[in-house]
């Protein structure tokens, strides 16, 4: 038996606090409409410590890594390991009709035979109900070696979405640089162009607040197309902060780190050659 209910807290407005260690019901929809971007269906691994997602795009370009722990939500119950095969498109159809304006909590749960998933949201004397099926979806599971990256910066989450909503209007491709001076995030194209540049800061300078950090050791060019990039973002606040690590020849790994689990996102760089 698996058992989910997913809460929202009566303090909690339009904006999600990203760090607080709650998978509210907001995140969680959210979290779905972000992997939606990249797959149509997917596996839901639940264990008692949590539930785990892998999502690889069909062009093989971009890979989501994601885990929840079983604490950040309101109640967790999973007597025994499960995969659960979610159709996208028809969970999100009945999280988006369910009334949660209003403080409300929904259940999710299914049998040990994984083979339905209900869903469930009580108001008072009304009740909100749906019986979803559940399909074999089949997917590979994903390892990720340990990399020693060339450059990082960590952005506060909200100047990580600045950078994106700034990009993107001049083409398909953002072209990243990270050198001794700092990281710049760029577009070109024959109508104009567009840039972000991030630079490294003197040691003495004070740092206290800062909205990113950049840390170096040794220059690093390379381009991705910029849709990817973008389709991270559709995952919304879901963290306080947002690390990028850069690599010659390897994807573009970005992180956000919750205290209700964590998002890892990979980005294969371009072949321009």
Same mark, same amino acid.
């Given at each position: ?5 997913? =809460?929202?807290s009566s303090s909690e407005q339009k904006e999600e606090k990203p760090n607080d260690g709650q998978c509210t019901f907001l995140i ?26 892998q999502a690889m795009d069909s062009m093989q370009v971009s890979m989501v890594d994601i885990f929840l722990k079983s604490t950040a ?37 299914? !049998?040990?035979?994984? $083979? ?8 008072? =004397? ?50 990243? $640089?990270? !050198?001794? &001076? ?9 109508? =104009? ?40 973002? &559709?995952?919304?606040?879901? =963290? ?34």
């Amino acid at each position: 038996m698996f058992e989910l209910k997913i =809460g929202k807290s009566s303090s909690e407005q339009k904006e999600e606090k990203p760090n607080d260690g709650q998978c509210t019901f907001l995140i969680f929809k959210r979290l779905l409409e972000g992997l939606h971007e990249i797959v149509k269906q997917l596996e839901m691994k639940v264990t008692n410590e949590g539930i785990y997602i892998q999502a690889m795009d069909s062009m093989q370009v971009s890979m989501v890594d994601i885990f929840l722990k079983s604490t950040a939500f309101e109640s967790f119950r999973c007597d025994r390991n499960l995969t659960l095969g979610i159709p996208l498109q028809f969970i999100l159809k009945v999280f988006r009709s369910l009334p949660v304006e209003d403080n409300l909590s929904v259940l999710l749960s299914a !049998n040990d035979d994984a $083979t339905n998933l209900d869903i469930v949201c009580e108001d008072g =004397g009304k009740k909100y109900s749906s019986h979803l099926k559940l399909i074999d979806v089949g997917c590979e599971e994903y390892t990720f070696p340990c990399v020693d990256y060339t450059a990082t910066i960590t952005f506060i989450s909200a100047e990580f979405q600045r950078v994106v909503k700034t990009l993107g209007a001049f083409g398909e491709v953002l072209r990243i $640089t990270a !050198n001794d &001076k700092g990281f710049v995030f760029e577009q070109r194209s024959e109508v =104009g162009n567009s840039e972000v540049s991030f630079m490294i800061r003197d040691e003495a300078e004070n740092t206290e607040n800062k909205d990113f950090d950049v840390e170096i050791k040794g220059g690093v060019e390379l381009a991705i197309p910029y849709k990817y990039i973008s389709l991270f973002s &559709k995952f919304g606040t879901l =963290g306080a902060k947002i690390t990028m690590s850069i690599a010659e020849d390897m994807p573009v790994y970005i992180t956000s780190v919750m205290n209700a689990g964590y998002l890892r996102y990979y980005i294969a760089p371009r072949d321009d050659e």
